[in-house]
């Protein structure tokens, strides 16, 4: 992928700072994270393969050369510190809407930070931090899109999906990147005018492939069923038990799974 082609197909109002690419990279969160200081607010890194790329819960993710889009986004956002991981849902937002518009797939948000189109996973997202300690923290949001991988492992092929596995055509990685940024440009701004996600909730829960389903909640005292009612403003899930309580979710103190299959 080349920057150039990438800047060409970005709107004016874009929030991208600087592009670079790069051939391989352990992964493009660490790489932003390792050099926050040398790189501005909007800085875009894209690798064409990670050696290490990093998901969510210490898992690994599989980025093969060319087969997809591994970027990450660096952000040094104005707001408390306790408002950032609602940023994976703004991103998850421009990301189903442009897989949505560019290709006609019904790409669907796994809360909070998987994209998934016929119940298998699409994309996925990892929000980091760096200097979270310090007023003067910074934000790395990793994205990895499977766009032209023709197989998965046999470990995932039943719960991962590509572009090209559902459109059956190869697709120009550069143009979603720009896409992509280009509505996260809006998506980031009227997050940042509210501070929180009201301005977005509509369209975040037309995007649920997660709300008025059946999930299993796993939190730090076990497991339970329960169905999704819905997300608020603070990006948590509100569940209501099977004795008709109702819970405030957090995605960070618990994992939420569809009962069929991998999505929702
Ligand atoms: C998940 O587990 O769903 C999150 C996956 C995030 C993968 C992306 S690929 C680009 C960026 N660099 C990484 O090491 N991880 C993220």
């Known amino acids: 992928m080349e ?61 093969e050369a060319g087969s997809g889009v591994w970027m990450s986004l660096l952000l040094k956002p104005k707001i408390h510190i306790s408002k950032v991981p609602m940023l994976t849902l703004v ?24 994209i998934v189109c016929h119940g298998k996973k699409l994309c996925g997202i990892l929000t980091e931090m760096r200097n979270s300690l310090d007023q003067d923290y910074q934000v790395v949001i990793g994205m990895g899109i499977n766009v032209n991988a023709k197989e998965f492992p046999q470990e995932i092929c039943h719960r991962a999906t590509s572009v090209f596995l559902e459109t059956g055509t190869l697709q120009k990685r550069s143009y979603l990147v720009a896409n992509i940024m280009n509505l996260f440009a809006n998506d980031y701004r009227n997050f940042i005018e509210h501070e929180d996600l009201s301005g977005l909730l509509r369209t975040y829960s037309n995007l649920s492939a997660t709300i008025g389903e059946q999930v299993r909640v796993l939190d730090a005292h076990g497991e339970y069923l329960a169905t999704a009612i819905s997300v608020n403003r603070k990006g948590h899930l509100l569940v209501e038990k099977e004795d008709k309580s109702l819970v405030e979710v957090f995605a960070d103190e618990v994992s939420v799974r569809g009962i069929y299959g991998y999505a929702p």
């Not at 709107?11 to 670079?20: A, D, F, H, Y």
């Open 3 to 63: 920057a150039k082609t990438i800047r060409q197909h970005l709107s004016e109002n874009n929030l991208i700072s600087s592009i670079v690419c790069l051939e391989e990279v352990d992964s493009t969160n660490e790489y932003l994270k390792r050099n926050a200081k040398q790189h501005p607010d909007g800085a875009l890194v894209i690798a064409e393969r990670q050696s290490a790329g990093k998901g969510s819960k210490g898992r690994s993710w599989q980025s």
């Open 91 to 114: 991103m998850a937002v421009s990301i189903a809407r442009a897989i949505r518009q560019l290709y006609e797939l019904p790409a669907l948000i796994k809360w909070p930070n998987d």
